[in-house]
């Protein structure tokens, strides 16, 4: 039944998909208005009773379906359940049609007074478009709803990483709401150029869609991180796995069309960049889902080995080709009749801005396919590591946060020194008290004291923004309305950035990492932390059989451990242990055990006695604040898609 009922739901969603594509394709002909609300609620309705089917096969655990077979098990728990739908290819794609649909839906509402409008017809064109090939995936190659030809009553099971932290609830689905979310921009740029209504406001207007997918993006990443630090036992969060640049990749190009698109607004500037970024963006994210559901890529991130490839390759060549062609065919129209009139002016470090994002965007994408092409063309098989892409990632860092720190506070155009000066004085100040109460403190990194230095200097800009729009809105008598200035969100974005980015760079520059043997009963000190190892446990349960190391860390006990989840595969994973708090983080992992110890999948140790065991121990100051400077970012993303209008957004 659950096969009938899913493979009926996929058509019905492919029929509203195709109904709306089809119908707002010949209403735009016709240059008449389009009712496609019933087509795009017939599409969502499929998918949500897809989703709801495949929700209830995992959690009555269904082995029916081949697909709940290999990723679900009897004693998967209940939250699990539920994220293994999408821990697989074909679930992947169900809540990416499930996300997409929902995107195509909020467009088709929030333009509904405006959907006479030429190029809101054509953008739900090309928005239809996108839902019937996803949707297409999943009532083809990537078909979720096969019968299982062997009736079993165990599944295989979820990959053991995919059940040992609840943030695989919460990161796959921002990964892909940015991900959809970037269609928006997208379709309407191939709007605005297929209607010739360039000169128009459409790309401000986008500018909305763009931060809230941006937005969900950047939490995914941080998220994504938290995930990677908390689970593989390797004390980073971030190792520039192929995969982990292709989320990140999508979010530079986004990151300068934001940007960008504001000088567009106010100088006219930039028309044709920003179609090119905003088709760039999204092309990027459909290389990505190339990279993570063919097989092309090894990584922990990836999906298995599938048939989608060359889909998903057209896929990305339609939408550059589509986007490319379009531009070079209304390039005439695009041409801007000013410039940059002063290199050292907003719209000048603007266009710094752009280049820098857009360069290191261009860096990352070099070496996450160099491998690829190098293995096609002779066969062997390299690998690009961390060291090309942190040369490059350490100055376009200082960059960023010297640019934050001087774009709200120049003038458009030209630069007044005097005006200048007067708003760099208190903010330069306030840079270098900073600096000075590092140094006294004993800080002598460069690195940390530029980034220090800089990071106040940013967040000061940003406050000081802040502190202006509070004044003028309270000289107004508007103080209820001020978090819905368009300037609020960003700044606080600002400010997010400026808190992450102190948090990576503290906590990299000064972490350390050792490995200390220890008897039972035995304690040590390490870089000034008390650990005492109190002895070994085993958990054996439905789930898992584990061996736990009792330690106490300055006061915390902490449980490292060696699991074997039951199910599909018998590898030990590490399940690394961290005290946590604002000023420091302490990760132990348990490394090895002594000979003639308890099994449990941890290297043993000959030279070691019985019942003695190895633990790795990595302290990382401040790292508790990447994670509070993503949800900041978060937080700002909101508020700038919650903003009022622009007086040129309401003309769109």
Request: with cysteine; aromatic share 10%.
């Amino acid at each position: 039944m659950s096969v009938l009922i899913g493979r009926l739901a996929l058509y019905l969603c492919m029929a509203g998909a195709l109904g709306g594509l089809t119908t707002q394709f010949l209403s735009w002909k016709k240059n008449e208005a389009a009712r496609t609300w019933p087509w795009g609620l017939l599409a969502l309705a499929g998918i949500v009773v897809a989703m709801g089917t495949m929700m209830v096969a995992f959690v009555t655990h269904n082995f029916s379906l081949a697909y709940v077979a290999e990723n679900n098990a009897t004693f998967t728990p209940l939250l699990y359940s539920f994220t293994g739908v999408w821990s697989a290819l074909e679930g992947s794609l169900l809540l990416w049609v499930l996300l997409q649909s929902l995107v195509v839906i909020g467009v088709l509402w929030f333009y509904r007074e405006k959907k006479n409008e030429p190029v809101v017809r054509a953008a739900s064109m090309v928005l239809f478009a996108i839902q019937t090939f996803f949707t297409f995936l999943l009532v083809g190659p990537a078909d979720p709803f096969i019968k299982n030809a062997a009736h079993i009553l165990q599944g295989a099971g979820p990959n053991a990483l995919l059940q040992d932290n609840p943030l695989v609830a919460i990161h796959p689905p921002l990964l892909y709401l940015g991900f959809v979310g970037f269609s928006v921009p997208f379709a309407f740029a191939i709007a605005v150029l297929i209607c010739g209504r360039v000169n128009e406001s459409w790309a401000l207007e986008q500018r909305r869609w763009t931060v809230l997918a941006w937005g969900a993006l950047s939490v995914g990443i941080v998220l994504g991180s938290w995930w990677s630090y908390q689970v593989l036992g390797w004390g980073g969060f971030w190792g520039w796995d192929p995969v982990e640049n292709a989320a990140l990749l999508p979010w530079l190009t986004a990151t300068a069309y934001i940007h960008s698109v504001i000088v567009q607004d106010r100088r006219g500037l930039f028309r044709v960049w920003n179609l090119a970024l905003a088709v760039a963006t999204f092309a990027l994210t459909v290389l990505g889902t190339f990279f993570t559901r063919s097989g092309v890529l090894q990584s922990v991130h990836a999906f298995s080995s599938s048939t989608l490839g060359p889909i998903l390759m057209g896929m990305f060549l339609v939408v550059v080709a589509t986007g490319a062609g379009l531009i070079i065919w209304r390039g005439d129209r695009l041409r801007s009749s000013v410039g940059v009139e002063q290199p050292f002016s907003r719209e000048g470090l603007f266009v710094a801005n752009n280049i820098m994002f857009v360069g290191f965007a261009i860096v990352v994408l070099l070496g996450t396919v160099f491998p690829l092409l190098y293995e096609a063309i002779n066969g062997q098989q390299v690998t690009v590591g961390t060291p090309y892409f942190a040369n490059v990632a350490a100055p376009a860092g200082v960059f960023i946060l010297v640019l934050m720190g001087l774009a709200p506070i120049v003038s458009w155009r030209s630069v007044d020194s005097k005006v200048l000066w007067n708003r760099l004085r208190p903010i330069a100040w306030l840079a270098c008290a900073a600096l000075l109460i590092a140094i006294l403190l004993g800080v002598k990194n460069l690195l940390v004291l530029l980034s220090l230095t800089l990071g106040v200097f940013a967040a000061g800009a940003a406050l000081r923004t802040l502190i202006g729009l509070w004044k003028a809105a309270a000289a107004k008598g508007e103080l209820k309305s001020l978090w819905r200035s368009p300037s609020v969100g960003g700044m606080v974005v600002h400010i997010g950035v400026v808190i992450l980015a102190l948090g990576i760079v503290a906590s990299t520059s000064y972490a350390f990492r050792s490995e200390v043997a220890l008897a039972k009963g035995q304690t040590t000190v390490v870089d000034g932390h008390r650990i005492t190892f109190n002895g070994l446990r085993t958990i054996n349960n439905s789930l898992e059989r584990s061996t736990q190391v009792l330690v106490v860390v300055d006061g915390a006990h902490l449980y490292p451990a060696i699991t074997t989840f039951h199910g599909r595969s018998s590898q030990a994973l590490g399940t690394p242990a961290i005290d946590s708090n604002l000023l420091r983080d302490v990760y132990i992992t348990f490394d090895a055990i002594g000979a003639n110890g308890p099994a449990s999948g941890a290297q043993v140790q000959a030279s070691l006695p019985a019942g003695s065991v190895v633990l790795g121990v990595t302290g990382e100051p401040l790292l508790a604040w990447l994670w509070i400077g993503g949800l900041v970012i978060g937080l700002g993303s909101a508020l700038s898609f919650v903003r009022k209008p622009h007086r040129k957004e309401e003309r769109a």
